[in-house]
């Protein structure tokens, strides 16, 4: 998981359909999810797709005529290193100082903050078993 490279955008928001699907998927299938929200030419997709084949995020395997590709690299493993990369850059690993500014930036209210408490004390509470 180490080496597990950050994704542009772009490229994040095409995986984020293939990992949606939950099996291999054809190019035709990624241009319609993306259909009405990007005017990406079916060239730009292939092109992101190809880069991510490099990127050894996904692998191809070919059915007659058409190209299906599945995730090599698992979501939860992406979303957990990216999770951290961001924490570790902007708030520098403090939980504190990533929900404070949430908070401060009206970006989450009072209830969903006495969510995360509760979800806090039952991860303690778990734990404290361990």
Same mark, same amino acid.
């Given at each position: 998981m180490e080496n597990i490279k950050r994704l542009p955008d772009s490229?994040?928001?095409?995986?984020m359909i293939?990992? =949606?699907?939950?099996?291999?998927?054809?190019?035709?299938?990624?241009m319609d999810k993306l259909s009405g929200n990007k005017n990406w030419a079916n060239t730009t997709v292939l092109n992101f797709l190809a880069r991510l084949v490099d990127r050894g995020f996904l692998e191809i395997t070919k059915q007659g005529?058409?190209?299906?590709?599945?995730p090599i690299i698992d979501e939860q493993d992406y979303l957990n290193? =990216?999770?951290?990369?961001?924490m570790k850059r902007m708030h520098m690993s403090s939980l504190k100082n990533f929900v404070a500014a949430l908070y401060d930036g009206n970006s989450i209210d009072?209830?969903?903050?006495?969510e995360l408490k509760q979800y806090v004390e039952e991860v303690a509470n778990k734990n404290k078993g361990r």
């Open positions: 490229e994040l928001e095409i995986m293939i990992w =949606e699907a939950g099996h291999s998927v054809p190019s035709a299938y990624i005529r058409t190209n299906y590709y599945h290193k =990216e999770s951290k990369s961001f009072t209830e969903e903050l006495e």
